[in-house]
């Protein structure tokens, strides 16, 4: 495969050996680009480079810690031996497993430690990535930063506190980077994620909870892993050139209404009355 909008480009994705850093790596792929599967779990990872491959694109997996810089920087550096250059960097990995959302709760109730591993991975990994990854690109005179954020990002919520400030940063670095190279021809964007059930995050959601958060969006259904994975393509593209330092929501509305719009939906439909 040498022809689609990211050909001959190299993409690394970080958290890729499952969920949504795997659909966005696989998706990248059958636009042509090359990918780095960087994830602490190098077994997982390797399934999903064996899949890129089997889609006749190259594809290479590393055994990446992104809390430890010199994790990181070997991932960069093998980076470069793989491939000889980096033009995209997608900053997907965040903690979320069940043994952290079980300490990421309420500020007085908090898990010191689950706040110190949050901003260790979502945010510290996301820093230390692009520190090494960006003077890559400039010797490219281009290059695209994703950062993946997350609606509890810019809103407040009844727990995970720690997840919630660490992704509401990630918009701020994306800003900073934005701002500092983009003369040199990087570009570095926030990527507002909805809930798109993906395997690894939301298997254990209780279907009442679905309900709930799907009343609050405005499209009939939440969203799927391709169509996150589509909207990094796009910011991973020329097509996303005049993009920078922004925020793109890719939410279903979720984001964009006031708290009250689905209690009043509901009132409007009982009484049988139209919406003002």
């Known amino acids: ?33 090359n990918i780095i599967i960087a994830d602490i779990n190098k077994t997982a990872a390797e399934t999903v480079v064996s899949e890129i491959q089997g889609m006749g694109q190259s594809a290479f997996a590393i055994e990446t810690d992104v809390s430890q810089e010199e994790s990181v920087a070997e991932m960069v550096k093998e980076t470069i031996r793989q491939f000889g250059r980096i033009d995209i960097l997608h900053n997907n990995a965040a903690i979320l497993s069940e043994a952290q959302r079980q300490g990421d709760l309420d500020v007085i109730n908090m898990d010191v430690e689950a706040w110190d591993r949050a901003m260790a991975v979502n945010l510290r990994g996301a820093m230390l990535c692009s520190k090494h990854a960006i003077p890559h690109m400039i010797k490219l005179n281009r290059g695209s930063v994703i ?8 809103m407040g919520d009844l727990t995970l506190s720690a997840y919630a400030a660490s992704k509401a940063a990630l918009i701020m670095l994306a800003k900073s980077i934005a701002a500092q190279y983009g003369k040199q021809g990087i570009r570095a964007n926030a990527l507002l994620i909805g809930l798109a059930p993906a395997e690894n995050a939301h298997a254990t959601m209780p279907p009442a909870l679905l309900d709930i958060i799907r009343e609050n969006h405005l499209t009939p259904e939440l969203g799927t892993p391709r169509q996150i994975a589509d909207a990094v393509a796009f910011l991973a593209c020329d097509e996303s050139s005049f993009v920078s330092g922004s925020v793109l929501s890719v939410d279903g509305g979720f984001c964009s ?13 009982e009484t049988g009355k139209k919406s003002m």
């Open 257 to 269: 209404h006031t708290p009250s719009m689905a209690a009043m939906r509901k009132m409007f439909a």
């Open 1 to 33: 495969m040498t022809e689609g909008k990211l050909a001959g480009r190299v993409a690394i994705v970080t958290g890729a050996a499952g969920g949504l850093g795997a659909e966005a790596a696989k998706v990248m792929a059958s636009h042509g680009a």
């Open 147 to 154: 950062n993946a954020t997350s609606g509890l990002g810019t």
